[in-house]
């Protein structure tokens, strides 16, 4: 039996590991500093950077299966997807107590 490495061999499950989650980290410092500027909503940034890892990989995959357009548009169309509904959502639920507020 051959026990030289393959140099197709799939890497360890603790570098994924350690991958993914610097990729989350870097997401967040990037959800962190959208935050500060105002361009984002205050909310906590570690469940939203979760889901925006899981997009990310979802979009890629279902790229991967259909190749229609560039993933990097993909991307970028459901990023904003993502982010804009929790904005418009977080502003209803605002303009909603306000009316609530004014008729009690």
Not at 79 to 103: E, I, P, T, V, W
């Amino acid at each position: 039996m051959n026990e030289r490495l393959s140099t197709n061999q799939a890497p360890s499950p603790l570098a994924v590991l350690a991958r993914s989650r610097g990729m989350r980290s870097g997401i967040k410092a990037l959800l962190d500093e959208a935050v500060e500027a105002e361009e984002l909503l205050r909310t906590t940034t570690d469940s939203l950077a979760r889901a925006v890892q899981a997009m990310m990989r979802g979009s890629l995959l279902q790229w991967a299966i259909d190749r229609e357009g560039k993933a990097t548009d993909r991307l970028t169309e459901e990023l904003g997807a993502l982010l804009n509904s929790r904005n418009s959502a977080f502003h209803h639920r605002r303009r909603h107590r306000r009316r609530k507020a004014r008729r009690s």
